[in-house]
Structure formats: structure tokens, C-alpha cells
């Protein structure tokens, strides 16, 4: 029926545009992190060779250095430009770990890679963005708005934002947590575009 046609041609734009929006964030990733070494997922588990299960079951360590490691490995698995494994870090239990991280103001790199790791998430399918509203990341992204790293306030709205893409139900729950008043403070004049 017509009203079929055009809630796939509108689902349709929707997938185009997280797609495009996925593009122009991979262009944007060479954020230089001086606090954190590529080698040290190796130097944690002496291989390198984790399972997704394996590397979100230490992701819950209560040692900061094994648990940014780990939440950085996992973004850099979501961070693959061809089949990322999205479904498969859901499944093992990487959202809520994420989410809890992005509390912790002590480590901002911890909160910057757990953001663009659910960022990540969020720019996939709606069921996947969905899983990353449902485990309440949207308050605590719109709190990071606020945080006093640049790059953290950044990455935060880019998680909005793919929230926001997913549709007016997502993007009107965006809203009702306040998210205006912190963007208009985040937008200045001498904010880059």
C-alpha cells in the first residue's frame, strides 16, 4: 500500500543518512590519544587474541588500565569501516559497560573511548541505536555536554546526533532530556565546524 511505500522510502533515508554520517565520522577519526598505547591490549592478555566475550568480561575489571584498554579494543572492533561487530559486542554485553563508563569523570579518555564506541553502536541500524537508548546513554551523553574535555563534548554530540538520525521517537526523547540548552553552551562562534 501506499503507506507501506513510504515508511520504507522514509527508513530507507534514514539508513542513507546514518551511512553518510558514518563516513564523514571515520574522516574525522585521527583524534591523536597520547594517554593510550595500541600495544597494551597485548601487554594486558599476552596475545592479543580475545574473544568479544573475553574482552567484555574484563571490560568489567575494576582496574582502570584493563578496563580502558579493553573499552578502547572494543571501539576499535566497532570502528571496522566493513561489517563492524555490532550485533556480536551487543550480544556479548559491551552496551551497559559502556554506558557506566561514560559516569566515570576521573578518566576522560575512558569516557571518550566509551562514547565513540557507543557512537559507533548508535550510527548502525535502528535496533541498534535503540539498544544503546534503552541502556540510558542519552542523559549521560547529554551531561558530557558539560564535561571539560573538548573532545569528550564532541564526541558526545556526535553520539546525539546519531541518535537523533534514527527518527522523531528518538529524537524527541533526545529532547525531552534537555539536550537544547547544553548544545546551544556547546555551539560558540569559535566552535570548529
Known amino acids: 500500500t501506499q503507506s507501506t511505500g513510504r515508511r520504507r522510502r522514509k527508513e530507507g533515508a534514514v539508513e542513507l543518512r546514518k551511512e553518510k554520517r ?9 583524534i591523536p590519544l597520547e594517554d593510550i598505547e595500541d600495544d597494551s591490549f597485548e601487554q594486558i592478555n599476552g596475545t592479543g587474541a580475545l574473544s568479544l566475550y573475553e574482552l567484555v568480561a574484563q571490560a568489567k575489571s575494576a582496574d582502570p588500565t584493563v578496563k580502558l584498554t579493553c573499552v578502547q579494543q572494543a571501539r576499535k572492533e566497532l570502528s571496522k569501516g566493513t561489517n563492524p561487530p555490532i550485533d556480536e559486542l551487543i550480544s556479548a554485553g559491551i552496551v551497559p559497560i559502556l554506558v557506566e563508563s561514560l559516569d566515570d ?6 569516557q571518550f573511548e566509551a562514547t565513540w564506541a557507543l557512537t559507533n553502536i548508535a550510527s548502525g541500524t535502528s535496533v541498534q541505536t535503540r539498544e544503546v537508548v534503552a541502556k540510558g546513554a542519552v542523559p549521560k551523553f547529554v551531561r558530557l555536554l558539560s564535561s571539560p574535555h573538548e573532545h569528550v563534548r564532541e564526541q558526545s554530540v556526535w553520539a546525539l546526533g546519531n541518535i537523533i538520525g534514527d527518527g522523531s521517537e528518538c529524537r524527541d526523547f533526545v529532547i525531552h532530556h534537555g539536550v537544547t540548552d547544553p548544545i546551544i553552551d556547546f555551539v560558540t562562534p569559535d566552535t570548529p565546524l
Open 105 to 110: 569523570d576521573e578518566n576522560a579518555a575512558l
Open 22 to 30: 558514518a563516513e564523514n565520522m571515520l574522516k574525522r577519526r585521527n
